[in-house]
């Protein structure tokens, strides 16, 4: 039986979608679409079919004037054939064009760029495509000239870059034109084939389209107070390029007083200026030379290198080189398998052209700097064993016992080791709940603000080293850095932030997300203290507010400003590379910001020391380079494509008729409150809406969710979370990750494609006729079982347990309102058997303890999946809410919990001895 069809949602407008690029590609589509039906019908209704391909190109011309490919020649060639009326050639071209735009085909295949069928016609003089496969491929990209010569002068001035070209050049590239700073603005957004930008001075500020789609898309990406009367339209043309795709490299021609300008803050966002049109050679070379210090992967050219020289290996590494493998009679499968490269670059040496990660100097010191400039840091480590190693490196580096770490509790667990072997005291702050999703989202900014002003009245703040939270959380709860920063440093100017961005790394590559990145924010935050402006601001906020008691509530709901004189920008980011790039699995990333880093560089390289291997994976240090590299070239157009997809199978779920009924993804209104959505955003591509209320709920609201991360919930179909889990795998050879009581979450990056959401759609639409059958066919009984089933899932959800306190023998002052604990003393207890008794889940012991005490204190981390998240720490009094939420979960997999045995707790007579001896703490 033929799937039902979805309804067919209103046409987007182009400022209605996440992806520009996107946009444009739905625009052939449409076209390519009418231009089928209209050659199909013989010409039949042409003058309706040539209003609606006027519509369409009406767009289309304003986009493609700002693209390499189709380009001018093949669009005057699609202009004709709509003139003439051929309409077969007509639609064959147009396809030809679709097709390539879909497939990325043009940059490789000539024959893209013929406007005749094979065989018929001439190529034109200007392709460009990159002839050649495998190590003989040139990479092809397009360079945008921003010219203030007339319309007229355009093809002349291409013809110039073109000439320049040449074979032994490793890169090859096709100019595109703008004329005036808007119209390169618009350009930077559409063509994510754009590497560079050559400016030449003396062009003007309004574009040529009057189109209110793009005029909107034009006014979101100028920064405040950019106009028509800025002084230097050049170097405000690069910081703005800078703002939206810092990546580019831009090139400025001047005839202004170069020597000046180039040691100016206002050349800051470009890579080289040059005097007038003297040098086109030195420009073309240029450009080559930025997107070869891109392409440049310095360990992953000299493992390459190294791999196919003879090498005599006498060290302890039997796989290297291979001949263990593919000259055994039992395990030579192994190497047909992997192929012989793998064996090939396996060393355990750090010499030769290879480089030590623990002690870098060489290839892999080069590709950390680029890795740091790619991601907006001042210096970044590779880390091969994951970012859960990432995250305890970052601990035991900056904490010492007795420092205080304001915490998520609901983060993952190697925070909670790391405090641990740090000896730092977490103060747990709980996120705000989704009960009835079985589910955390996050850290409100109230709560912390509340923890550090508690912390100052009682004289503690000084303690208070780092606060840790994670962006975006594994249901995609997307915090607003810059305030959160913000308002933190307002109370405790030194605070060091770590952001675990394990999920969220592809998000510095998007022009909407990067401003919610930790190192985005820290760039943010390092201009505003240097602001005069800011300055200001800050004045007139001290002004008002005041003297600020720690003790006065209106301070929670003020917005707090810190002094521009004090504050110390201290960021630390770790990035699961291998969770949203191209890098192979455990490839993570320190990502620093810190500018007293000088003070705490001696402890962060012991720490490093102490969680990185003496052997650590070659491949993955490699891959972490390549993915550096794919992220500065192409990340842009992967990011928005993934970010595009995700939305429209948020759509398609959403508005199918018949998957609807049992299926849905929670949209931004259903997984963040209102009081955290100020703005009203309550989904994306809402009716009536542009991308311009996106971009205003980012900059303003207090959470967003990741479009890219979708809680598909289940419940409705009858299904729990890791039962949908399981079907999906058994029957439809669909993989998920994370499960909740009824929901999974689906995950969208840069590996998947349109045919994966067919792929998905199918099999929910499999699944919803499905159900439907069984209830048409199993009568009331079956219905009533159903719905008493869903009632189980969706209603009858237990309520989610918050962090209860630390008990007394675990607290400095257990009268104190700070909720701080030696966590570290009460885990390590646990390791004395003597210290520790067992007590079954449903004893009744539990309840008259609960009742009458004494008190059960948990001797381990005790964490279900789902949900995921620790519902006891070690030294944590139990609750009769903790237990209820134990008994009601119907997961197979708890970690810290034995079944047989019972709830592992502190016996109270060893909790009575360390009372005893407060010393002892």
């Known amino acids: 039986m033929a799937a039902t069809p979805s309804t067919s949602p209103a046409p987007l407008g182009l400022n209605q979608f996440f992806s520009a690029s996107e946009a444009r590609v739905d625009r052939w589509r449409t076209l390519n679409r009418i231009t089928r039906t209209l050659a199909n019908a013989g010409g039949q209704n042409a003058d309706k079919a040539r209003a609606e391909i006027a519509a369409v190109l009406e767009e289309l011309n304003a986009i493609e004037e700002l693209n390499g490919y189709p380009g001018p020649h093949l669009m005057g060639k699609l202009r004709e054939r709509l003139h003439t009326g051929d309409w077969t050639g007509l639609a064959r071209l147009v396809l030809r064009v679709s097709g390539a735009l879909l497939s990325n085909s043009y940059r490789d295949d000539l024959e893209a760029w013929n406007p005749e069928e094979e065989g018929e016609g001439q190529l034109p003089d200007i392709l460009p495509p990159s002839v050649g496969r495998g190590q003989s491929r040139r990479p092809y990209f397009e360079v945008l000239i921003v010219s203030p010569g007339e319309r007229s002068t355009w093809p002349a001035l291409r013809e110039t870059f073109r000439r320049l070209r040449r074979e032994e050049d490793r890169f090859v590239y096709e100019p595109v034109v703008a004329g005036s700073f808007e119209d390169a603005i618009l350009a930077v957004i559409f063509n994510y084939n754009l590497q560079s930008i050559v400016i030449v001075d003396g062009f003007g500020f309004a574009s040529q389209y009057a189109l209110p789609a793009l005029r909107e898309l034009i006014q979101r990406n100028l920064p405040s107070g950019m106009g028509p009367g800025v002084a230097d339209m050049g170097t405000a043309l690069a910081r703005c390029v800078r703002i939206v795709r810092p990546e580019l490299d831009v090139f400025l021609t001047t ?301 929670l709901d003020l917005h707090l400003l810190p002094d521009p004189d004090e504050v110390r920008v201290r960021v630390y980011e770790t990035d699961s590379v291998h969770k949203s790039m191209s890098s192979l699995r455990q490839g993570s990333i320190i990502v620093v910001a810190d500018q007293d880093f000088h003070k705490v560089e001696a402890p962060f390289k012991e720490a490093f020391f102490t969680h990185t291997s003496t052997s650590p994976n070659l491949q993955i240090i490699a891959s972490l380079d390549v993915a550096r590299r794919q992220m500065e070239l192409e990340g842009y157009e992967l990011v928005q494509r993934a970010i595009q997809l995700a939305i429209e199978i948020r759509r398609e779920i959403n508005q199918h008729p018949l998957i609807s009924k049992y299926f849905h993804c929670a949209t931004p209104a259903e997984m963040i409150p209102a009081e955290y959505r100020l703005t009203g955003f309550a ?81 929910l639409a499999d699944m919803a006729r499905g159900i439907d059958k069984r209830l048409a066919e199993g009568g009331a009984d079956a219905v009533a079982a159903f719905k008493a089933r869903v009632r189980a899932l969706v209603e009858d959800v237990p309520d989610l347990p918050n962090f209860s306190r630390f008990h007394d023998a675990f607290r400095d002052d257990p009268k104190s309102r700070t909720a701080e604990g030696h966590m570290r003393a009460a885990y390590y207890m646990a390791y004395d058997e003597a210290s520790c008794e067992y007590i079954k889940l449903h004893d009744k012991q539990i309840d008259e303890r609960l009742k009458n005490g004494p008190e059960l204190v948990s001797a381990k981390f005790v964490i279900p999946y789902p949900p995921g998240f620790p519902i006891m720490v070690p030294g944590q009094v139990v609750t009769p809410e903790t237990i209820t939420f134990m008994r009601k979960l119907d997961v197979k997999e708890i970690h810290g919990f034995n079944a047989a045995r019972g709830l592992e707790l502190l016996k109270p007579s060893a909790l009575a001895a360390r009372k005893a001896k407060p010393s002892d703490r």
């Not at 311009?692 to 979708?710: Q, S, V």
């Not at 009824?742 to 994966?756: A, C, E, P």
């Open 683 to 763: 989904d994306y591509g809402m009716p009536g809406k542009t991308i311009a209320d996106t971009a205003k709920a980012l900059r303003e609201d207090e959470f967003f969710l990741d479009p890219t991360r979708i809680t598909l919930l289940c419940g409705n179909a009858g299904y729990d979370g890791t039962q949908f889990k399981g079907l999906l795998a058994s029957e439809y050879d669909i993989q998920i990750n994370k499960t909740s009581r009824n929901s999974v979450l689906v995950q969208i990056n840069i590996n998947n494609t349109r045919s994966d959401m067919a792929h998905l759609l199918k099999a």
């Open 255 to 555: 005839d202004r007083d170069v020597g000046r300008l180039a040691g100016s803050d206002e050349a800051a966002a470009i890579r080289r200026i040059f005097y007038g049109v003297e040098e086109p050679m030195e420009v073309h070379l240029g450009i080559l030379d930025g997107i070869k210090d891109r392409y440049e992967t310095p360990y992953f050219d000299n493992l390459k290198n190294y791999a196919a020289r003879p090498i005599g290996t006498f060290h302890a590494l039997p796989i290297a080189r291979g001949k263990s493998v593919f000259k055994s009679n039992w395990i030579r499968d192994m190497g047909e398998f992997y192929g012989a490269n793998l064996f090939l670059a396996e060393s355990c040496a750090t010499t030769g052209g290879l480089d030590s990660l623990l002690e870098p100097t060489g290839n892999i010191k080069i590709a950390q700097d680029k890795a740091a400039r790619a991601l907006g840091g001042d210096r970044s480590f590779f880390v091969t064993n994951g970012t859960s190693t990432s995250n305890k490196i970052v601990h035991q580096a900056l904490l010492v016992p007795g420092d205080i770490v304001l915490i998520d509790r609901d983060c993952h667990k190697s925070h909670h080791y790391g405090i641990v072997l740090a000896g730092a005291q977490p103060y747990y702050i709980d996120a705000y709940p989704l009960t009835q999703y079985s589910m955390y989202g996050s850290l409100a900014i109230k709560p912390i603000k509340q923890a550090l002003l508690q912390l100052k009245a009682e004289g503690k703040l000084d303690r208070a080293k780092m606060l840790v939270l994670t962006n975006c959380t594994f249901d995609g709860h997307v915090a607003n850095v810059e305030r959160t920063m913000l308002e933190c440093l307002a109370i405790k100017p030194d605070l060091i932030f770590l952001w675990d961005e394990a999920w969220f790394g592809f998000a510095r590559f998007s022009p909407f997300l990067r401003m919610r990145t930790a190192m985005g924010a820290a760039a943010k935050l390092r201009e505003m203290m240097r602001d005069p402006e800011y300055r200001k601001r800050h004045d007139k906020f001290r002004a008002d507010a005041g003297k600020l008691d720690p003790r006065d509530p209106k301070l």
